[in-house]
Structures are given as C-alpha cells and as structure tokens.
C-alpha cells in the first residue's frame, strides 16, 4: 500500500476488509523485487499490486465502519481505518460477527515465506466444519471477534521500522454424523454423531527494521512472537457393527507459542554485483492435551478396565538457518550462488495414560513417544539465467550433504538436485515454457515416531521409524496465449507429470474396535496433471464465456489386510461459465462446475465420486442509487441436492457518507451439507449442519 508492504504475509487483512471507494489506482508493478538495491541485479517475474489510496495529503484517518441486524439473532460490525498522520502509515480494522463467511478465515493463514521453515507441528487435529468440494467459503455457525493494526514509521530518510499486532477469537459449533464401512476380511461399520464446539484464540506481535547504513547497504530484521491457545469439546454417541452404541467425551486443549526472527545483510557491490548475509531462527513449542471417555475403552483389554483415555503430547522445534547469497549480471546473463547450513531439532513426546478413579496410570511403553529428531545439512547451491528475449534459460544446481539422526539411527545423505527451465516467446502474445527439475526430499520430523498415538476417538496413528528419502522427477509444460486487446482471446494450457522410484505405504486395519494407521517407506508414485483454460469475450453482445478442464491422474500403493495393492485415481474438473454485460438494466450469468473421481485396483473400479455444482445469478440495475443481485446455486452430490439461494438490495445515495442494503441468505433453508466418499479401504458419509436462513438489513458508513 503506498509503496510499502504493510502487512507482509497477512495481506489479506487489506484485501478483504479494505472498501474499493478508498482505492484511487491499482498498479501492477511488473519485475518486483523487495530490496531495491537488488533492481537490475536479480532477475524477477514477480508481480505485485500496490494500492494508490484516496485522500492521503488531507492527513487524517479515513475508512469505513459497517454494521448489519438480522433475524435468528445474526449480526456484524466491522470497522477499517487508514491514516497517513506525519511520518506513520498505518491501517486497522476490527471485526465482530457471527454470520459465517469468507471474513471469518485467519488472515495470517495464507502461504508465506516461512510456512516451509516453520511448519506444522500439530499431530492431533479436531475441526468444527462443513464441507463443500466447490466453495471456499465456511458456513459453519460462529461468534468471531478479529482485528489487527499494522503501521510503518519512517525515523528517517534512511530508517524505518514496522509493527503490527493481530488478535483472532473464534468459537465454532456445529453438529456433524460420520458412517464408515471399512473394507477387509471382515467388514467393520462404525457411526459416530457429534455435537461439537471449538474455541480459537491467536495473538500474533511483530516487529522489523529496516536501515540503509549506506547508499548500497542495507540491514533488515524481523522478530515475531504468535501464541495459539485452542480448545475442542464434543458430545458424541457412537456404534460399532451395529452394536448398541456408547456415549462419548472428547476434550482438547492445545497451546502453540511460536518465536522467529529473520535479520539479512545487504550490499550492492556496483550496478552489477550484490552479496547477502541473512540468519532465521525458530523455537516453536506445542503442547495437546487430549481427553476421550466412553464405556467402549472398558472391554478392551489393553486398556485395563478404564473407559477414560488422557494422551498428552509435547512437540519442540528449534532451527536454525545461515546463508551466504552473491549474485552477479552480465548484461543478459545472471548468476547467482547460496552457501548455507541448516540445523533442525524437534523433540516428541507423548504418553497414553487411563484414569482409574483419581490415579493416572500409564496404558503402556506401546503408547510412549520420547525421541529427538537432529537435522544438519550444508547446501551449495548455483543457478544461471539467461534471459534474452525471445529466449529465457535457467539452469539451476542444488547439492546438499544431510546428517540425520533419529531413534537410534543415524543416516548420511549426499543430495544432488538438478533443474532446467526453458521458455521462448512465440510472439507479443504467445509464450511456450518447459521445465524439468529432481527433487529428493525426507518427510516432516513430527512425521518420526514410532509408538502408536490416539488421535481421535477410536484412531491410532503412527510414523515413519527409517530415515528415507525419496526421489522426485517432474516435468512441465506450460503454453500461453494472451491476445485479448486485438481478439479477446485468453487461452492457456499446461501439462505437469512427476515420477518417484521411492515413496510412502498407507496401512489401516481394524483391531478391538480401534482403527491404526501406519506409514511406511515404500515405493513411490506417478502422477500426470493438466490445466487448459480459455477465456473469450464478445464485444458485439457484451458477452464473456470461460471454461476450464483440468483432469489429473495418480499412481500408489496402499495395504488393507495383509494385501498390498497399486492403486489409479483419475481425477477431473470441468468449469463453463457466461457473463453478460449489456447496458441495461439486467445482467445475468449461467455456470456449470463438474468434479468426477474413480478408483481403480486391478484392473477394477473399486471407488467413484460425483459431484455438479449450477449456478444462476442476475444482477438488476433499479435506478442509479439501487441495484439488486441474486444467485442460485444448486449442488449434486453422490445423489443428493442442496440449494443454496442468496439476495441482497443496496442502496446507495448520491449524497452523503451512508449506504444501505438488506439481505437474504440461505433462503431455501438448507440445513446440512452431506459428502459421499469412497476409498479403496473404506466408505465415508459425512454430513455437517450449516448456519439457516437469516435476512439482515446492513448501514455503511464511510470516514473521510
């Protein structure tokens, strides 16, 4: 915003929550780079949106405050201010709601720069959510309070700092019905109905510096602290083989406090050479406490006549990563060459214990986890661009020498990774790109454990106990043509197809009415995936028609009793969607959205999964100050219908700082959404209640 990166990977707080009439230009800087010393030196396609805001010399706050009444007791209010006051830029917002919408999304939950280096440390998960194979948006029923202020001050011409602090709390509930038919020699069938609430909370500060020591050098640093406490409760009743069923508890209480800091050093040797020095550090604790009780543990004799299970697990991730960056151009040709060391220890542990009146007592040395997981790998790594249109080449050379030790074990890796990257522009508007690259790769830390831990109510899993990295080979094809200022034409296609000799082995089976599952090294996987899409607009009828068809087919193995089979899943994905845009005062648009899944083992299709989405909505302009939209969205899924129909009316005076609209959502009252799934091992139907009917009258006001 402005020319500074505001939020940095919580963006999304701007792109949802900040009205466009603040907006005065929208630019597309083309060729980005971060670090502005770095121009001309680093070849970039990155592209980035920076926005141009309104009013900015009045020096004042301007923005927006919202609030919305409706029936079956639904509210908002939300609120989002901008301020460009002496040498600060800052932006805020706030938001209290229980309507279930997009809005309700993490804004830091987005894929950034360090999702890779930080990871996910989790091992038990319990969500409150629907399912819908088409919408991202979450119907789930909520109360949500969220808000953030991120600002950047500039101290001097040559020194800046930012901060920003977020605060998320989110309490969900929801009902949900799960029916499995497991698969082996002798069918298993379970049916286990939820009455489920979670309560969210995540306090998020960060810090950073940026200073120009000199006019080609420059230190940067970021520190952040986030701290995630969580809770889970469910009330459950549940049936194994059609048996009477039993009453269940579920509680779970979770915290996660994360720390990481990222400082670099910068230096712009001419207008051609450029070294960095940069340092990242992470400590990352998560600690799960995870309760179940149910008559159903009591005839198990494993657990020795307790029906109330605790399993506490205790994950520490420490790392730490040093590099060394120069890069080099030579009129068309770029260089670039990373030297750096990372180190990686993550601790796990966990225990099974039964409560026996008021004494906890250990289940058994089956259950216990207490390892350490130690990674140390030295990386070289060279790349070589040449980018002279009509031709770009890029060739690229990572080798890494990985110590690994683990449970006992200790492994030696020298890793060669390759890639080659070619694209030729055909013309102004054509453009052809291939690429292959090799890639080998060992799973997560937190997935190398090698005791058995209950992760549900009646779900054991366990990890990997062998170090085993895996070999990936890819290859890609991607084709371009954008002529839509002569013809109106967009079109692209793009093949991807990957290979890896070594992979992973997925075993489930059912014993004493639990179910394990296990991973295990294996052999790898194929896969083949597509992506052709075209866009055309006609200007003699305002019409614009898009479609896209994206099938993908995949190649594993998976074990259900003592069989080990291979099995094919083809997947495809077809969109057709038309807009009008005609100049009067009714508009519409018509799609269709298809999603076909089969299965195959042998030769047979063991599995097929269907599902249609159509969609028709119209947008009517009454006058100049009110407009109407409508949309109906009917679902197919394995067989069964679910509509979904909104509306709203907006009125917007000419004059004055208000607006106004009332809506209708979920007119048709849709209660539930149900899924069908089919897997090689088993069957699942799971169905999930979603927020009803509501009509809300809404006033916006804006600050200017």
């Not at 949802?16 to 597309?28: D, I, M, S, T, Y």
Request: no cysteine.
């Amino acid at each position: 915003m402005e020319g500074d990166d505001l939020t940095g990977e919580g963006y999304k707080a701007i792109t949802k929550n900040l009205k466009p009439e603040f907006v005065e230009e929208v630019q597309a800087l083309e060729h980005y780079v971060e670090d502005n010393l770095l121009k001309g030196i680093v070849n970039s396609d990155d592209i980035v949106l920076n926005l141009k805001i309104k009013n900015k010399q009045a020096k004042k706050i301007i923005g927006s405050t919202d609030g919305g009444l409706g029936s079956n007791d639904r509210r908002i209010i939300s609120t989002n201010l901008i301020s460009f006051i002496d040498k600060t830029k800052a932006f805020a917002f706030a938001n209290h709601n229980n309507l279930s919408t997009e809005s309700n999304q993490n804004p830091l939950e987005l894929v950034d720069e360090n999702r890779a280096f930080i990871g996910n440390n989790q091992i038990i998960r319990h969500q409150v959510g629907t399912y819908n194979p088409f919408d991202a948006t979450s119907y789930t029923l909520n109360n949500t309070t969220q808000g953030s202020v991120n600002a950047i001050t500039r101290l001097t011409d040559r020194f800046k700092i930012g901060y920003g602090a977020f605060y998320l709390w989110n309490k969900l509930y929801g009902q949900t019905a799960m029916r499995n038919a497991y698969f082996g020699q002798n069918a298993v069938y379970t049916e286990d109905n939820d009455d489920r609430t979670s309560l969210s909370k995540t306090f998020k500060a960060d810090f950073s510096a940026d200073y120009l020591v000199k006019n080609n050098a420059r230190f940067w640093a970021k520190f952040s602290y986030k701290q995630v406490p969580e809770r889970f409760n469910s009330t459950a009743y549940s049936i194994y083989n059609n048996l009477i069923g039993d009453s269940v508890l579920q509680n779970q209480t979770d915290l996660n406090r994360n720390f990481n800091a990222q400082l670099k050093y910068t230096v712009k040797v001419n207008q051609t050479t450029a070294y960095l020095i940069s340092a990242k550090i992470l400590a990352d604790d998560v600690r799960q406490d995870y309760e179940t009780n149910s008559a159903l543990y009591q005839s198990i004799l494993m657990f020795n006549g307790s029906q109330k299970l605790i399993q506490k697990v205790n994950n520490n991730n420490f790392k730490l990563k040093l590099d060394f960056e120069g890069l080099k151009r030579y009129n068309t040709t770029f260089l670039y060459l990373n030297i750096g060391n990372e180190i990686n220890d993550f601790k796990i542990k966990s225990g099974l214990l039964g409560r026996y009146q008021d004494d906890q007592i250990s289940i058994g040395d089956a259950y216990i986890n207490d390892n350490i997981f130690k990674q140390n790998q030295t990386y070289v790594n060279g790349k070589y661009v040449y980018d002279n249109q009509p031709i770009k080449i890029q060739v690229q050379l990572k080798s890494t020498l990985q110590f690994l030790s683990n449970m006992g074990k200790d492994s030696t890796y020298m890793i060669l990774e390759p890639s080659l990257n070619f694209s030729y522009k055909l013309s102004d508007v054509q453009q052809l790109s291939l690429g292959y690259n090799y890639k080998n790769v060992n799973p997560q830390p937190i997935e190398y454990y090698g005791n058995y831990i209950l992760t549900d109510l009646r779900s054991f899993n366990s990890g990997l106990t062998n170090f085993y990295n895996y070999n990936t080979h890819t290859i890609a094809i991607y084709y371009n043509l954008n002529d839509f200022a002569n013809s109106y034409l967009n079109f692209n296609a793009a093949v991807n197809g990957s290979y890896s000799k070594y992979g992973f082995l997925y075993t489930n089976f059912f014993e004493n009415a639990l179910s394990y599952s296990q991973k295990e090294p294996f052999r790898g996987v194929k896969t083949l995936s597509s992506n052709f899409s075209v866009k055309k607009f006609f200007p003699l009828f305002s019409l614009s028609i898009s479609a896209t068809y994206s099938p993908s087919y995949l190649t594993y193995y998976g074990k259900v009793i003592n069989m080990v089979n291979e099995y094919s899943v083809f997947n495809q994905n077809a969109l057709f969607k038309i807009n009008t845009g005609f100049n009067i005062p009714v508009n519409f648009g018509l799609g269709t959205e298809i999603q076909f899944n089969s299965t195959r083992s042998e030769r047979k299709q063991i599995a097929e999964n269907k599902a249609y989405k159509y969609t028709f909505e119209y947008r009517y302009k009454i006058s100049n100050q009110i407009f109407n939209f409508s949309s109906y969205n009917m679902y197919r899924m394995n067989g069964q219908n679910f509509n979904l129909i909104d509306t709203e009316f907006q009125y917007n005076p000419a004059k004055g700082n208000f607006k106004y609209s009332i809506q209708g959502k979920n007119l048709a009252n849709l209660k539930a959404f149900t899924s069908l799934n089919i897997s090689e091992v088993s069957s699942s139907n799971y169905s999930s209640s979603i927020l009803g009917r509501y009509i809300m009258l809404n006033v916006s006001m804006s600050i200017k």
